[in-house]
């Protein structure tokens, strides 16, 4: 079991180029891959794409590459006039949209990465091996990351699954005692009225076995057992399970919400409450898994 955030980076280095990537995710229905490349390597954002998709299925991931010139190489190379041309006009950009802009180093290293320096990168093909090696440590410590979340998420799930079982064994112990405790009340009713009737009256029996009849939640603690202990196995699969987790979600809820309707209780009310209140939690947790 995944998390679908995480972090990873990656470097790798010859006597011509230091490249350092950067892999990062956030939530997302589908998988969503965004590269950030050279100019001069665009050809390789496939390639990079389908290693993505080799470690996750879902989540939107977005992988930073940046290159830097090796120790043989010179150094950074750029044109002081167009650096400073180009942060101007992002200082202006920024002022006329309402924005601040703080440039620093992290930024001018950019815009000069970004600019067309005249510092000649190798071909793609040629430095597409080293990439892939930058790209391999980065997505190792990504998926590690995403590894490490999903377990503290499972942990988490497990516990509050534990609590709505516990729920499940209180909504049977309340709902035993809705039809006994109707009949009492409705005697009580018609002797306050002064009818004589009995509770052996046919009447009086036949409003209570409607009564019974609408009131058994027997069918919905069943079914509702059934989904938590399915959503409890889902947990044990591979694979992206983000999505049936979410739809058992639903199938919980939706339990919950009949058997309060129908066996209308305070008891069960309060519980049926607790119930939902850390269904949701379980929604929003689940919303996080790959």
Same mark, same amino acid.
């Given at each position: 079991?995944?998390?679908?955030?995480?972090?990873?980076?990656?470097? @790798?280095?010859?006597?011509?180029?230091?490249?350092? &990537?950067?892999? $990062?995710? &956030?939530?997302?229905?589908?998988?969503?891959?965004? &590269?950030?490349?050279?100019?001069?390597?665009?050809?390789?954002?496939?390639? %990079?794409?389908? @290693?993505?998709?080799?470690?996750?299925?879902?989540?939107?991931?977005?992988?930073?590459?940046?290159?830097?010139?090796?120790a043989q190489g010179g150094g950074l190379d750029w044109d002081d006039e167009k650096v400073?041309?180009?942060? +101007?006009?992002?200082?202006?950009?920024?002022?006329?949209?309402?924005?601040?802009?703080?440039?620093?180093?992290?930024?001018? =290293?950019?815009?000069?990465? $970004?600019?067309?320096?005249?510092?000649?990168?190798?071909?793609?093909?040629?430095?597409?091996?080293?990439?892939?090696?930058?790209?391999?440590?980065?997505?190792?410590?990504?998926? @590690?990351?995403?590894?490490?979340?999903?377990?503290?998420?499972?942990? /988490? =799930?497990?516990?509050?699954?534990?609590? =709505?079982?516990?729920?499940?064994?209180?909504?049977?112990? &309340?709902?035993?005692?809705?039809?006994?405790?109707?009949?009492?009340?409705?005697? @009580?009713?018609?002797?306050?009225?002064?009818?004589?009737?009995?509770?052996?009256?046919?009447?009086?029996?036949?409003?209570i076995c409607l009564f019974a009849d609408r009131a058994d939640i027997s069918e919905e603690?069943? +079914?509702? $057992?059934?989904? %938590?202990?399915?959503f409890r196995a889902t947990l044990e699969e591979e694979g992206a399970i983000g999505r049936?987790? /979410?739809?058992?979600?639903?199938? %919980?809820?939706?339990?919950?919400?009949?058997?309060?309707?129908?066996?209308?209780?305070?008891? =069960?009310?309060?519980?049926? %409450?607790?119930?939902?209140?850390?269904?949701?939690?379980?929604?929003?947790?689940?919303?996080?898994?790959?």
């Amino acid at each position: 079991m995944q998390s679908m955030t995480g972090f990873g980076r990656g470097e @790798a280095r010859n006597e011509h180029v230091e490249i350092t &990537v950067e892999v $990062s995710s &956030v939530n997302r229905k589908s998988l969503e891959v965004g &590269v950030s490349l050279p100019r001069d390597w665009q050809s390789l954002e496939r390639d %990079i794409t389908e @290693a993505v998709r080799g470690c996750a299925l879902r989540g939107k991931v977005s992988v930073y590459v940046q290159v830097r010139k090796g120790a043989q190489g010179g150094g950074l190379d750029w044109d002081d006039e167009k650096v400073l041309s180009t942060v +101007r006009r992002l200082e202006t950009f920024a002022h006329d949209h309402g924005m601040t802009i703080a440039p620093d180093g992290d930024l001018l =290293l950019r815009v000069i990465n $970004s600019l067309d320096t005249g510092s000649e990168l190798p071909e793609a093909d040629a430095a597409k091996p080293l990439l892939m090696q930058a790209v391999g440590a980065a997505l190792e410590g990504f998926a @590690a990351m995403r590894t490490s979340e999903g377990e503290a998420l499972k942990k /988490d =799930l497990l516990e509050r699954l534990a609590f =709505l079982e516990d729920q499940v064994v209180n909504m049977r112990a &309340v709902a035993e005692e809705v039809v006994p405790t109707y009949r009492e009340q409705l005697f @009580a009713r018609l002797q306050k009225a002064g009818l004589e009737l009995e509770l052996e009256d046919e009447r009086v029996l036949k409003e209570i076995c409607l009564f019974a009849d609408r009131a058994d939640i027997s069918e919905e603690l069943t +079914r509702l $057992s059934s989904h %938590i202990e399915q959503f409890r196995a889902t947990l044990e699969e591979e694979g992206a399970i983000g999505r049936k987790m /979410d739809f058992l979600c639903q199938e %919980i809820h939706r339990e919950v919400n009949t058997s309060g309707s129908k066996a209308n209780q305070i008891e =069960l009310t309060r519980i049926v %409450i607790d119930c939902k209140n850390e269904l949701e939690r379980i929604r929003e947790q689940a919303q996080n898994v790959e």
